[in-house]
């Protein structure tokens, strides 16, 4: 069974850093690209970041870019998000999601984290 | 970036009753290899989304067939032949053709009367 993870969201400060985690289980993850895809509350859904299966390609939306970083470590199963700079417009739940094929379509989603931007 | 428009935002239905849902898109989602890369999610109060269909009209492992997908091009609607009380929840289009920019449609909440 596919399973993603999400932790390390949390209540920061405007221009503060949190860094998000993914643990995945159930395929085999250094073959996947995966996502990392946003939700503000009450609102929807926002694709945040692009990573391939071997990092080789990396790919963020306008609205996080030169702030946000995504990585994955493979021998961990783990897929990253450090997010800088944060603003008030960050604070959403974050989830880990999986690509596959050509084109990337998305299929397996996790739980989320929340992230809270507030002073 | 492809434009996602769904309609209606807000959709009360009788149990048993049908209800259907459209998606168009500001640009052709057909891709290269002739496919069409466009996918309904569900996403329950207080859950995270969850795949419907994928390629307009493929219906994932486990959902069931009174849920069902159509359409070309740029207009497409997902169909739910007659709505029982677990279907409640947001109901989203993505479009992957056009990546690396997926959309997703602003959703359509589907709620009991």
């Known amino acids: 069974e596919v399973q993603l993870v999400e932790s390390g969201g949390g209540l920061v400060q405007p221009g503060g850093s949190l860094r998000l985690s993914c643990a995945a289980s159930?395929?085999?993850?250094?073959?996947?690209?995966m996502n990392w895809v946003r939700q503000a509350p009450g609102k929807g859904l926002e694709w945040v970041s692009y990573?391939?299966?071997?990092?080789?390609?990396?790919y963020y939306a306008d609205s996080v870019k030169g702030r946000f970083t995504i990585s994955r470590d493979n021998a961990e199963n783990s897929l990253y998000l450090q997010m800088n700079d944060l603003r008030a417009e960050d604070t959403a739940v974050y989830y880990c999601?999986?690509?596959?094929?050509?084109?990337?379509?998305?299929?397996?989603w996790g739980q989320g984290t929340l992230v809270t931007v507030s002073s | 970036d492809v434009v996602m428009t769904q309609s209606p935002l807000s959709l009360p239905v009788t149990l048993g009753q049908p209800a259907s849902i459209s998606c168009r898109s500001s640009?052709?989602?057909?891709?290269?290899?002739?496919?069409?890369?466009l996918n309904w999610f569900q996403q329950r109060p207080g859950q995270s989304p969850r795949r419907l269909i994928y390629?307009?009209?493929n219906r994932d492992s486990g959902v069931p067939d009174r849920f069902s997908g159509s359409g070309s091009g740029t207009d497409f609607t997902l169909k739910i032949s007659r709505v029982e009380a677990e279907d409640v929840g947001v109901y989203y289009c993505?479009?992957?053709?056009?990546?690396?920019?997926?959309?997703f449609g602003q959703g359509t909440k589907v709620e009991i009367k």
């Open positions: 999601v999986r690509l596959y094929g050509d084109p990337k379509d998305i299929d397996y």
């Open positions: 640009q052709s989602l057909v891709y290269s290899d002739g496919n069409t890369y």
């Open positions: 990573i391939s299966s071997s990092s080789s390609t990396i």
């Open positions: 159930g395929f085999t993850f250094s073959s996947y690209s």
């Open positions: 390629k307009v009209s």
């Open positions: 993505m479009q992957a053709t056009h990546w690396p920019s997926w959309t």
